[in-house]
T-cell receptor, first 110, second 119 residues
Framework: KAGVTQTPRYLIKTRGQQVTLSCSPISGHRSVSWYQQTPGQGLQFLFEYFSETQRNKGNFPGRFSGRQFSNSRSEMNVSTLELGDSALYLCASSFPGTQYFGPGTRLLVL | AQKITQTQPGMFVQEKEAVTLDCTYDTSDQSYGLFWYKQPSSGEMIFLIY??????QNATEGRYSLNFQKARKSANLVISASQLGDSAMYFCALGSSDFLTGANSKLTFGKGITLSVRP
């Protein structure tokens, strides 16, 4: 089985721009979760999508949004980027009781 | 509320020796799962080992074993025969009863421990 894929792997944006990150889960996994990892805050849960519906949400501003498609692929969007949004964004593919991560997207906001 | 505590800021181990990485947790769930992940400098989170709260035996996976002490709420990772490639950040994570049934997919992570293996 192919693993979790994330694109792009690296991204540089400037403040005020928006960005879209993509994640394809493991075949058969219907749940996709997104996490933000920064040196100061560690790993923080952003949100989770299951069967095209947001099922859980972390404590992030509305600038962070996501969606899931019928093939379980998910995208997350960050609008009006701030310097503090620079982070590693990890996508995770889940089946009950298991969670596997993708390689991550490193976002740098200048 | 669920919480994972990893207090060791950084660990050093000599190649071929064993090392224990500490993890304590807090949860009010009766059924839960504990996970360990490895994160090398590339950034990818690699699943290492899982322990269910009702598992009677400690989990083992190759050179990785989990020292699960339920009464003390600890789930320490033991790496035997350390290799240079084991140098990485290690994260302990907690999944709730809802996580185990698939009702949600949120894991609670600790701050992580940096392990450096010396040749």
């Amino acid at each position: 089985k192919a693993g979790v894929t994330q694109t792009p792997r690296y991204l540089i944006k400037t403040r005020g721009q928006q960005v879209t990150l993509s994640c394809s889960p493991i075949s058969g996994h219907r749940s996709v979760s997104w996490y933000q990892q920064t040196p100061g805050q560690g790993l923080q849960f952003l949100f989770e999508y299951f069967s095209e519906t947001q099922r859980n949400k972390g404590n992030f501003p509305g600038r962070f949004s996501g969606r899931q498609f019928s093939n379980s692929r998910s995208e997350m969007n960050v609008s009006t980027l701030e310097l503090g949004d620079s982070a590693l964004y990890l996508c995770a593919s889940s089946f009950p009781g298991t969670q596997y991560f993708g390689p991550g997207t490193r976002l740098l906001v200048l | 509320a669920q919480k994972i505590t990893q207090t060791q800021p950084g660990m050093f181990v000599q190649e071929k020796e064993a090392v224990t990485l500490d993890c304590t947790y807090d949860t009010s769930d009766q059924s839960y799962g504990l996970f360990w992940y490895k994160q090398p400098s590339s950034g990818e989170m690699i699943f290492l080992i899982y322990q269910g709260s009702y598992d009677e035996q400690n989990a083992t996976e190759g050179r990785y074993s989990l020292n699960f002490q339920k009464a003390r709420k600890s789930a320490n990772l033991v790496i035997s025969a350390s290799q240079l490639g084991d140098s990485a950040m290690y994260f302990c994570a907690l999944g709730s009863s809802d996580f185990l049934t698939g009702a949600n997919s949120k894991l609670t992570f600790g701050k992580g421990i940096t392990l450096s293996v010396r040749p």
